[in-house]
Structure formats: structure tokens, C-alpha cells
């Protein structure tokens, strides 16, 4: 399974952060998989911020729920972030993650930075 992030890597501030995750070699539907998002801001820590099912079902960091939308196109086999009303602090490596029954799949990230 690969995963690949796609996206504008600069967003100015106040505006929308979109970035797309396509995924090869498995169905985005397959059973008991989880499609995440996860960033790491320059000098910190990995933070995860939500994640969709193998269901369509969404879950999402309590500190990040209000700006966050998870998605998904199946016909695609990919799943999306937006990321509202961003700031600098939203400055990250970007990544998209997948996870069954321990099995880890991760894309190599993306780098976003926030500026006018």
C-alpha cells in the first residue's frame, strides 16, 4: 500500500489548507482500514489530527474539530484534509497514514507553510 499527499504547499493566512491523499495498492474502502492525517510542526512532535474510516466514518483531534474536515472519494481512492482559517502555527510537514490491524502505511509528507 502507498499513500501520496497532493496539495498547495503554501496557504496564506486566514485561508483554507486543502491537500489530498491518493492511495495504490488498496481499496480506501478495504475492511478495518484508517485513513489519518497527521502534521509536525517544525521543532515538535508528530500531532495527529483526525481520521476517516474504511466506513466513511470520521474522527477528529478535540483540539483541531472545529477547523478540521475529513473526506473521502472512493471512486478516486483518495481521502482529504481541509484545514480552515489556518495561521502559522499551522506551519507542518503534512502526512497521510493508514493503518489495519497494526499495519502501518505513511506518505512521505508534505511541507506546508503558512504566509502572506
Known amino acids: 500500500v502507498q499513500l501520496q499527499e497532493s496539495g498547495p504547499r503554501l496557504v496564506k493566512p486566514s485561508q483554507t489548507l486543502s491537500l489530498t491523499c491518493t492511495v495504490s495498492g488498496d481499496s480506501i474502502t478495504g475492511n478495518y482500514y484508517y485513513w489519518n492525517w497527521i502534521r509536525q510542526p517544525p521543532g515538535k512532535g508528530l500531532e495527529w489530527m483526525g481520521a476517516?474510516?474504511?466506513?466513511?466514518?470520521?474522527y477528529y483531534s478535540p483540539s483541531l474539530r472545529s477547523r478540521t474536515s475529513i473526506s473521502r472519494d472512493t471512486s478516486k481512492n483518495q481521502f482529504a484534509l481541509q484545514l480552515t482559517s489556518v495561521t502559522p502555527e499551522d506551519a507542518a510537514v503534512y502526512y497521510c497514514?493508514?493503518?489495519?490491524?497494526?499495519?502501518?502505511?505513511w506518505g512521505r509528507g508534505t511541507q506546508v507553510t503558512v504566509s502572506s
Open positions: 476517516i474510516s474504511y466506513s466513511g466514518s470520521t
Open positions: 497514514y493508514g493503518r489495519k490491524f497494526g499495519e502501518d502505511y
